[in-house]
């Protein structure tokens, strides 16, 4: 990579952490000293917390502040990893392997087994920590160690089942055998949207195949790997298994760049933009190695003319407006056929006026949308809706930020623009989405269709040809195509990605499994003799 290209990798959390420093230097005491959050405490974190683990607990970089974005405060302090910390990880891990690989996956199974059991444990905690830390109501963050938990029940499954084919060979006395083995180590690299389901899709499904991984979080939620790693490792120590299997490295762009370019790991998992991954994918495959990216999405839901407009607007409200926009599946188009226009944006509205309200405090049960994560994001939405007047949308609901402490904006509605606007076909990460007429499905389809990602879109209609138009080979080119159901919200049974510029990549479940492991032909003569294939002869 460029130098330019380089400091671009995984730095956009480490600006935002920057720019939030000077609301937070008002705050006289961190969160984790306030009874309130006496959660934090419960999960083993302290006001200066270790963000490297190797089997020990040891860092010797920068000192990180995690803060929230509720309220700007601080919420503990983390020591970030240095060079020769992430060589220590990268160095452990690799030897770690080596135990690790030997063990039956059922046994490895039964480890990830326990780690579900052991997130049960601590889900209200933990759940209390992701909605402190990245900014989601609490529902959606107990949902997300939820979804660990059910990887980790895929995993133990998956762990009895790992497939091996024996293929008839044409050679008498001969048999062809698919084998399927580790990889090794990993390398896995998370966003803040998703601080413990992403790396719970890659770590459960990668401990069960037989590798190992080195995990470096986004630096906006530190705190929250640090919990999980702990949670993760006292499954470890409890079966004495090495913990560098499961090592973290908290760190900024310049640890990212270090395991992006390290030849030790021969798979490479990246969650974030995707002008940072494809920086990453270019990085990975100039050394051969193998990468998977979950990168960004412009999705789109289109309304048929004959869609149950209750059932959408149902699902639209959380589609466009949940997580406060900041989903990766998040609806940031809705293509409404134009015979329901008016009455599909003038039912939205109100469902968004209803829900006004309700946005604050992420840990208040009667809280339904968070803030944004960081001002960087507010920025950006500011920017987004000015530039989307100045083009002739015209902002049917919402399109101010609200003045409190925190990073709160109104969830947002824009008409006016055309499909083919590049506001329309670029990806802001906040609560806006943009309402399209079209004629007819095929115009849908090609309108969602015509922007660079892949990543998910819904069809709602009542109409069975048209189902199969959408799902088939020139209905949605999305990695995710649903049918009367959001954008967002996908269970772990099915393999998750997109297509595109999302990155190519699938997480998760089906035969994602295949990501983490190498695969061999072997054939094996048992008949005493030399016979080559094709019948070929060659001498006496």
């Known amino acids: 990579m460029t130098g330019l290209l380089m400091n671009r990798v995984l730095c956009r959390s480490v600006l935002a952490l920057r720019l939030r420093l000077p609301m937070a230097r008002n705050a006289s005491t961190y ?11 419960d999960l083993g974190l302290e006001k200066n917390n270790v963000g490297v683990f190797n089997g020990k607990w040891k860092a010797n970089g920068q000192v990180i502040q995690s803060y929230s974005p509720a309220n700007g405060k601080i919420i503990a302090e983390v020591q970030s990893a240095s060079q020769a910390d992430y060589e220590s990880c990268a160095t452990a891990a690799q030897d770690a392997w080596h135990t690790w690989a030997e063990m039956p996956a059922p046994a490895r ?10 997130l049960r444990e601590k889900l209200q905690p933990l759940g209390q920590l992701v909605s402190l830390e990245m900014g989601k109501i609490l529902p959606e963050a107990i949902g997300e160690v939820v979804e660990y938990i059910h990887v980790c029940d895929l995993a133990l499954g998956l762990s009895r ?11 008498p006395g001969h048999v062809l055998i698919e084998k399927w083995n580790p990889l090794g180590a990993i390398g896995i690299i998370t966003a803040f949207n998703f601080p413990v389901a992403v790396f719970g ?3 459960a499904i990668a401990m069960v195949c037989g590798d190992v991984s080195v995990w470096k979080p986004s630096d906006t939620t530190p705190l929250t790997a640090v919990a999980v790693t702990k949670i993760v490792e006292s499954v470890l120590v409890k079966n004495n298994i090495p913990g560098a299997v499961a090592a973290l490295c908290v760190g900024g762009k310049d640890i990212g760049q270090t395991l992006v370019r390290d030849h030790r790991m021969k798979l490479v998992s990246f969650t974030g933009s995707t002008a940072v991954g494809q920086d990453v994918g270019v990085e990975v495959q100039r050394r051969f190695g193998r990468h998977l990216l979950e990168l960004g999405g412009n999705n789109a839901i289109v309304v048929n003319s004959d869609a149950n407009v209750e059932l959408l607007l149902n699902a639209a409200l959380f589609a466009c407006a949940g997580t406060a926009g900041q989903r990766c599946t998040t609806t940031r188009r809705l293509l409404i056929h ?18 006004l309200p309700k946005i604050g405090d992420p840990l208040l049960s009667e809280t339904l949308i968070g803030p944004l994560h960081t001002p960087t994001a507010v920025e950006a939405y500011k920017r987004t809706v000015a530039e989307a007047v100045k083009q002739g949308g015209t902002i049917e609901f919402g399109g101010k930020v609200i003045e409190r402490e925190g990073y ?3 969830p947002t509605i824009i008409t006016g623009l ?3 606007s590049p506001l329309v076909k670029s990806e802001c990460f906040a609560p806006i989405v943009y309402c399209i007429k079209i004629p007819d499905l095929d115009t849908g389809i090609q309108y969602n269709n015509e922007v660079d990602q892949g990543l998910s879109s819904s069809l709602f209609t009542e109409n069975l040809a048209d189902v199969f138009k959408w799902i088939g080979p020139h209905g949605s080119d999305c990695g995710i195509v649903n049918v009367n159901i959001p954008t967002n919200g996908a269970e772990v049974g099915g393999a998750f990605g997109g297509e595109k510029a999302t990155g190519g990549g699938r997480e998760c479940g089906s035969d994602s499994w295949k990501n983490y492991m190498r695969r061999s032909t072997v054939t094996v003569n048992y008949s005493g003799t030399i016979k080559l294939a094709q019948n070929i ?3 006496d």
């Open 338 to 355: 134009e015979r329901l226009f008016p009455e599909v944006v003038s039912r939205l509205k109100k469902a968004y006026a209803s829900v």
């Open 31 to 41: 969160l984790i000293d306030d009874p309130k959050y006496s959660f934090l405490r």
């Open 418 to 420: 055309p499909h083919d």
């Open 201 to 203: 899709w890659n770590s």
């Open 161 to 171: 089942t790992l497939p091996g084919t024996i293929f008839p060979s044409e050679r």
């Open 109 to 118: 199974g039964e480890i990830v087994r326990q780690i579900g059991d052991a």
């Open 537 to 539: 002869q060659f001498g």
């Open 408 to 410: 709160f904006v109104e």
